[in-house]
């Protein structure tokens, strides 16, 4: 592993609101949004939409933007939960009452280089619990499986009462995946004296990928950094989906993100498929709670066929935000 390199694992913050206003978040202004991405020290490189939410890849990672709800998932040494203070001023602005907040993120490579309140999951904890609104009294916070585990997944939730921030059968699955092929993380890499733009250059990688094939139905919005380096967001009616990709050797980082119901078992096993990581861990955050089993069985059943094995797997309910249920997987390398 490297000694220091860029922090793929990113940071994810879900916020819910409520009000009358139709258009809701989406009628915040450009200014407004990059007053919020300021404070995270990220920016705006590419922006599409479609008549249900607006996606904007960002210089690390991606926003997505509903009338009820914000998804920000940042990447490096962003400061993603200062953003807190300013996206309610804003809501707060628009009419919008905060309704349930749900944070997570994996295991940072890099931890000692994560700035403040990053440096330690407690610290987050501690940020969250001070910035949000005390009518979000319904909280809690796990590491899953446990703090000591080399690859953990932690969750923060709060809500303002038995609230669901998903319909019953809508689910989100986030995929991480460490130690890429090596032959296909080069893909990710631009050519010397490529003089196109990132979204020309990330159209290339999509399409050279197989990316573009995990869901054809949407429009899929790429974007390629210099020198190397890649995010994707999707549009899919009103599910979105995400990739981003870190593609340095000793420390090679892709993540997939998407909403949906049981297609995206198939997703994710394609997603598997174009990047070969030795590494996965699967989260998937089910509404309304209930039997895991289903969810890890299906899980399994897309993984296990390409040669991964499943080494741990656990699930927890989490206020205002359903079951979240994790497994990790590993494969051998020939």
């Known amino acids: 592993m490297a000694v ?21 978040l989406r009628y915040l202004a450009i200014d407004d949004l990059q007053q919020v991405l300021d404070a995270v020290q990220c920016s705006i490189v590419s922006a599409a939409g479609n008549h ?11 926003l997505f933007l509903y009338p009820d709800k914000i998804i920000l998932k940042t990447c490096g040494t962003t400061q993603l939960l200062r953003s807190i203070p300013s996206l309610l001023h804003h809501a707060a602005d628009l009419g919008l009452r905060l309704r349930s907040c749900r944070y997570s993120r994996g295991s940072f490579i890099f931890p000692a280089a994560q700035p403040s309140p990053h440096t330690s999951f407690s610290d987050e904890v501690c940020f969250l619990d001070a910035h949000l609104p005390a009518a979000l009294r319904f909280r809690k916070a796990s590491v899953m499986p446990s ?28 995929v991480c995946m460490t130690e890429l092929d090596r032959s296909l993380a080069r893909r ?27 869901n054809p139905l949407a429009l899929v919005c790429g ?9 994707m967001n999707g549009l899919d009616c009103d599910r979105y989906s995400t990739i981003h990709v870190t593609p340095e050797d000793g420390h090679s980082y892709a993540s997939f993100e998407c909403v949906g119901g049981g297609e995206m078992m198939d997703c994710l096993r394609k997603v598997v498929h174009v990047f070969r990581p030795g590494v996965v861990s699967v989260s998937v955050c089910t509404a309304g709670g209930g039997d895991e089993g289903p969810v890890w069985s299906a899980v399994a059943n897309a993984l296990e066929p ?15 935000a359903g079951t979240v249920t994790y497994q990790t997987f590993t494969a051998g390398r020939k």
Do not use: Q
């Open 4 to 24: 220091s390199g860029f922090e793929g694992f990113e940071k994810r913050l879900e916020l819910h609101f409520s009000g009358d206003n139709p258009l809701g």
């Open 52 to 62: 249900s939410f607006d996606a904007y890849v960002l210089s690390e990672s991606s």
């Open 147 to 174: 703090a000591t585990s080399p690859h953990s997944w932690h969750v923060y939730s709060a809500a303002d009462d038995e609230f669901s921030v998903l319909p019953p059968s809508g689910s989100t699955i986030e």
């Open 188 to 214: 990710f890499y631009r050519r010397k004296g490529d003089d196109r733009s990132g979204d020309e250059a990330g159209a290339e990688m999509t399409e050279l990928t197989g990316i573009g094939g995990i």
């Open 223 to 231: 974007f390629a950094f210099d020198p190397c380096g890649y995010s």
């Open 306 to 320: 390409l040669g991964l094995s499943c080494r741990h797997r656990t699930a927890e309910d989490f206020p205002g």
